[in-house]
């Protein structure tokens, strides 16, 4: 068998995009009355381009995921190596090097103390796994607590379990009625803390967990709140003997100014869920990672408290290794100093803008701010300002993907200071012209 193949070029006219309307149905689009998806063919640094050779600066990091910047030559460089030694295996009954090695890189770099890490896909399937964990580890016990505790406006996925903890919105309207019952709870602050520290304690003896997203709700809106707040509520929870569940699969990796938001805390979690940055953008993983404590309790001759989850790719070599060298890179002290910049512009930039007549709020956390247009009472996610503001910075070369209403900037850590003022000034501009 010959080692070169040939892959057959199109034999349509069509362009990429006609190419892509006849045959792809994109997420979180309405098909019916979208606008032509633009055709991308290169990536480098913070930038890609189209098949025209139009440059854009990817300042929402493609989903929040390309923290590196797109093609890192080091990423792909041990991508390629792994690619010629194991591209996969199945990982019930076997192990590999990468799977081993990332965990042990990464437990002990997490906020508290965390043992073992389960691998699977994404975000959501961190999140599924995480709450199956917690609903078991009390059902293993003989104890019968099923509740679930989570914020109002969260986001925690698309998946049945994931889209069931999340804030009832147009994401779950269609299936609202087959999704779990879930207590949902204010973002905690001054005024609201003790009355939320009595409620996680009449709770008790029926929940099982609180999943949160530390610090920032982020498809909610790039809503904000204290640390020292959260504290509290886990701090409740640990009292309470409810089990706590970090979803940094946003805010990991450095996102909120630290390698992870929970590090903010003095109380730590007892499971995280990682992915988005989790292999520097380069393709999908997930990871959920617990205590000892949650895994004795699936310790047993019993073969029905083993935990029966599983997927076909976990722990994917490839994506393993792609995960190592982001960690390389995100360890290392200039990647610190990148987000530190960063973090430090958007500060500046907030007070340029906060008191523009526009402007009905502006936040920011590390990496991450998320700049509210005053619309009157409409500020939902289908905002008709969400498709304006759109198109307005992509005709400008910029990448931004507003939440309705909210226009945020969450960009790779290798943009450059030219590139952030450039971003800035687009966004003064479309204050004055929107």
């Known amino acids: 068998m010959s080692d070169t193949f040939n892959t057959p070029a199109p034999t349509s006219n069509l362009n990429l995009t006609e190419r892509d309307q006849k045959v792809i149905w994109h997420p979180y689009t309405q098909m019916k009355n979208a606008l032509p998806h633009i055709p991308i063919v290169r990536g480098e640094g913070v930038y890609v381009f189209d098949e025209k050779g139009k440059k854009y600066i990817d300042a929402v990091s493609s989903w929040w995921v390309n923290i590196h910047g797109h093609s890192h030559p080091y990423i792909a460089k041990k991508v390629a190596e792994q690619l010629n030694v194991l591209e996969h295996v199945i990982f019930a009954g076997f192990t590999h090097e990468p799977a081993v090695l990332l965990a042990e890189r990464l437990l002990p770099i997490l906020p508290g103390q965390q043992d073992k890490v389960f691998y699977t896909d994404n975000g959501s399937t961190a999140v599924e796994v995480a709450l199956k964990m917690c609903l078991q580890y009390w059902n293993n016990k003989g104890i019968p607590k099923t509740k679930i505790l989570a914020f109002k406006n969260a986001y925690h996925g698309d998946t049945f379990g994931a889209m069931s903890v999340s804030g009832r919105s147009i994401f779950t309207d269609a299936f609202n009625g087959l999704l779990f019952d879930v207590e949902f709870i204010d973002l905690p602050n001054e005024d609201n803390i003790a009355n939320l520290k009595s409620q996680i304690a009449n709770l008790k003896s029926k929940t099982a967990c609180f999943i949160f997203e530390p610090l920032i709700l982020g498809s909610g809106g790039m809503l904000m709140y204290e640390a020292k707040y959260l504290d509290e509520l886990i701090f409740a929870c640990n009292e309470a003997e409810i089990l706590t569940i970090a979803d940094e699969v946003m805010t990991g990796f450095g996102r909120t100014g630290t390698y992870f938001a929970c590090e903010k805390l003095t109380n730590k979690p007892d499971i995280f869920c ?71 512009k958007h500060a500046v930039f907030l007070e340029e803008i906060k008191s523009h007549t526009k402007v009905k709020a502006v936040r920011h956390t590390g990496t991450i701010i998320a700049i509210e247009w005053e619309t009157g009472n409409e500020t939902s996610y289908l905002s008709s300002l969400r498709n304006l503001l759109y198109a307005y910075f992509l005709d400008k070369g910029i990448i931004l993907r507003p939440l309705g209403n909210i226009i945020y900037i969450l960009p790779p850590y290798v943009i450059s200071d030219e590139d952030l003022d450039y971003v800035y000034s687009a966004i003064k501009s479309a204050l004055e012209e929107i």
């Open 274 to 344: 990682l992915s988005k940055g989790l292999t520097g953008g380069t393709m999908p993983l997930g990871i959920t990672t617990c205590s000892n404590k949650i895994f004795e309790a699936f310790l047993s001759e019993d073969k029905l408290k083993t935990l029966y989850h599983g997927h076909s790719f976990t722990a994917n070599p490839i994506a393993c290794v792609a995960s190592l060298a982001s960690l390389d890179i995100l360890l290392d002290s200039k990647t610190l100093q990148n987000i530190k910049r960063i973090e430090n």
